[in-house]
């Protein structure tokens, strides 16, 4: 498997996209990006690709009258909330070129088609269609807080679900001859709907991961919700098509962090 010098020198590598964007912009980003950067070189690295200023993703900011470039860098996929930030922070600026970089990758057609609406949405905010808008994908996935360990802040509030609390609020809203007599009985289907897309959104970040360290993995699992991600990370259609390319072999083993617990 690759050591922790390339590991550490791929999480660098992937702020290119970002660094290319960066001359003359204003930078948005959001926290958990704002997190990754800090272990990659900070905001001195886009600081010195030459943009203009590094601030928040959030609508209470803007860009300057005389600044007519921004670079947005997002850790979600580019919907809800986060498009309305998106707006918010354009509208309320004199932009004339916006860039979205989003560490989702559009996987899907139906998503890909999604990204190029979001293209004249930009334009349309911006107030001319005329203007430049690009929404573009990075893995900004992981951060390499030492040697060899390796955090991703997005998924900080990622968390199994519980034997009693979680597997009860399940089966509420079941026919009682459909409840799950235990967490091994639900599927990523039958879990809530915003465990759902942060379950999928890890896979697809593992993936970008996997495939830019040319890691061929083979999956263990200690735990019900490991065995889910470790599932779907199996079956994901762009990562059978890598790992018949990938060279390098590693294993991949996730635990569940409720694995401790007794009850």
């Not at 600081?47 to 928040?56: D, M, T, Y």
């Not at 879990?191 to 061929?216: A, N, S």
């Not at 490991?226 to 790992?243: C, D, F, M, T, Y």
Request: net charge neutral.
């Amino acid at each position: 498997m690759a050591g922790s010098p390339e590991l550490t020198a791929f999480c660098q590598k992937v702020w290119e996209p970002v660094l290319a964007k960066a001359r003359r912009a204003v930078v948005f980003m959001d926290t958990p990006c704002a997190e990754i950067l800090h272990w990659c070189g900070g905001a001195e690295m886009l600081l010195s690709a030459g943009a203009l200023n590094v601030k928040e993703f959030s609508s209470f900011e803007s860009g300057a009258p005389s600044q007519p470039k921004a670079v947005f860098v997002v850790s979600c996929a580019p919907r809800g909330r986060a498009v309305e930030v998106i707006r918010d922070v354009v509208s309320q600026s004199s932009f004339q070129y916006c860039v979205l970089v989003t560490a989702v990758s559009p996987g899907e057609p139906e998503d890909r088609a999604c990204y190029q609406q979001l293209e004249d949405k930009l334009c349309e905010w911006m107030g001319n269609m005329n203007y430049t808008a690009e929404v573009l994908w990075a893995p900004l996935l992981l951060a390499p807080v030492a040697p060899h360990l390796l955090l991703a802040p997005a998924f900080s509030s990622l968390f199994p679900l519980l034997p009693f609390q979680d597997l009860q609020g399940l089966n509420r809203s079941r026919p009682d001859k459909k409840r799950f007599p235990g967490l091994g009985d639900v599927d990523l289907s039958s879990m809530p709907h915003e465990l759902q897309l942060l379950i999928r959104k890890l896979v697809c970040g593992l993936h970008g991961f996997l495939e830019g360290t040319g890691l061929r993995e083979e999956c263990y699992a200690v735990g019900h919700l490991s065995r889910v991600i470790a599932g779907e990370l199996a079956n994901h259609p762009q990562a059978k098509i890598r790992r018949k390319n990938a060279q390098i072999k590693s294993s991949l083993v996730f635990i569940d962090r409720t694995s401790d617990l007794t009850v």
